[in-house]
């Protein structure tokens, strides 16, 4: 059974941090590029962050550069999200998923091959 199942989520006071977690199972996910996509109440979905399979290379949106940070553990299977100086427009619904290539920007033409359920973060004071 090919999942991805996102942790880490939850209420924080603006200017806070989360990690976001994703555990893989099913898959080589070793081999394959990561990405964290959120939606907001409303919207649609935001591309987030990438990271390539052997994670020596990233890229983040414009939004979030310079205070998220998006890693893997190949050997755990596992993909973060470091996410600080968070704001209310952080708030969203964090997906991870795969992608069969790199992502740099926010394409509309993407493909995201193996979604997660989500993690919600809400930030608010």
């Known amino acids: 059974e090919v999942q991805l199942v996102e942790s880490g989520g939850g209420l924080v006071q603006p200017g806070g941090s989360l990690r976001l977690s994703c555990a893989a199972s099913g898959f080589s996910f070793s081999t394959h590029i990561m990405n964290w996509v959120r939606q907001a109440p409303g919207k649609g979905r935001e591309w987030v962050s990438a990271i390539n399979a052997g994670g020596d290379r990233t890229s983040s949106a414009d939004s979030v550069k310079g205070r998220f940070t998006i890693s893997r553990d190949n050997a755990k299977n596992a993909l973060y999200l470091q996410m600080n100086s968070l704001n209310a427009e952080d708030t969203a619904v964090y997906y991870c998923?795969?992608?069969?290539?790199?992502?740099?920007?926010?394409?509309?033409?993407?493909?995201?091959?193996?979604w997660g359920q989500g993690t919600q973060v809400t930030v608010s004071s």
């Open positions: 998923a795969t992608t069969t290539v790199m992502v740099y920007n926010d394409n509309a033409c993407t493909t995201y091959n193996v």
